[in-house]
Nanobody, 126 residues
């Protein structure tokens, strides 16, 4: 059974940085796409960034491009999200997600992801 466990959330001031980590277990993730999503109160869950497990191909939402970096560590089975230049609009619960894709296709549609973590809160104060 696939398990995804997020960590690293917290409170940070605007302009600051935070690093989230997702520990993945339960299977070999070759062929999987890993994604980070976020959901603010009253808003829909939105795609933040994605990475292919096998080749490390990345894709970012326009709103975080240049500020966030997604990476994976195959040996540790972790997927990290380094967030910089944070602003209050980045406040949300951040979720790690996974989906199998033989074509290594990174989709921003949360409905295409089969596995989800429990989420970690990120709050950016102004």
């Amino acid at each position: 059974q696939v398990q995804l466990v997020e960590s690293g959330g917290g409170l940070v001031q605007a302009g600051g940085s935070l690093r989230l980590s997702c520990a993945a277990s339960g299977r070999t993730f070759t062929g999987y796409v890993m994604g980070w999503f976020r959901q603010a109160p009253g808003k829909e869950r939105e795609f933040v960034a994605g990475i292919t497990w096998s080749f490390g191909i990345t894709y970012y939402a326009d709103s975080v491009k240049g500020r966030f970096t997604i990476s994976r560590d195959n040996a540790k089975n972790t997927v990290d999200l380094q967030m910089s230049s944070l602003n209050p609009e980045d406040t949300a619960v951040y979720y790690c997600a996974a989906r199998y894709s033989a074509a290594r296709y990174i989709t921003s549609d949360p409905r295409q992801y089969n596995y989800w973590g429990q989420g970690t809160q990120v709050t950016v104060s102004s």
